[in-house]
């Protein structure tokens, strides 16, 4: 079983910026697609980007696309989360989650491991 641990999270002005990481325990790191999603209390967790597990697939909920870039590092068994032009909507609790399969998707089922979540609040 993998062991997913979010760290970056904070508290940013509207316009600011942050990176969230990911550290992943275990084996095969690049066998797997990761995500990244995120949820607000009495709501249900939304996707917010997908990378494959070579990196060369991204995919991007609509309402982050072009503010937000997910990579991922191999070597480092680590997985990011650019996020740039950040707006009071994106306040939330961030997870990262490790996918079934080596290509992203975007329900929440389709991925077995996941982080305790790194909180984002974005101020106005």
């Known amino acids: 079983q993998v062991q997913l641990v979010e760290s970056g999270g904070g508290l940013v002005q509207a316009g600011g910026s942050l990176r969230l990481s990911c550290a992943a325990s275990g084996r095969l790191f690049s066998g797997y697609a990761m995500g990244w999603f995120r949820q607000v209390s009495g709501k249900e967790r939304e996707f917010v980007a997908g990378?494959?597990?070579?990196?060369?697939?991204?995919d991007y909920a609509d309402s982050v696309k072009g503010r937000f870039n997910i990579s991922r590092d191999n070597a480092k068994n680590t997985v990011y989360l650019q996020m740039n032009s950040l707006k009071p909507e994106d306040t939330a609790l961030y997870y990262c989650?490790?996918?079934?399969?080596?290509?992203?998707?975007?329900?929440?089922?389709?991925?077995?491991?996941w982080g305790q979540g790194t909180q984002v609040t974005v101020s106005s």
């Open positions: 989650a490790r996918a079934r399969l080596i290509v992203p998707n975007h329900a929440a089922r389709a991925y077995d491991s």
């Open positions: 990378i494959s597990g070579g990196g060369g697939i991204t």
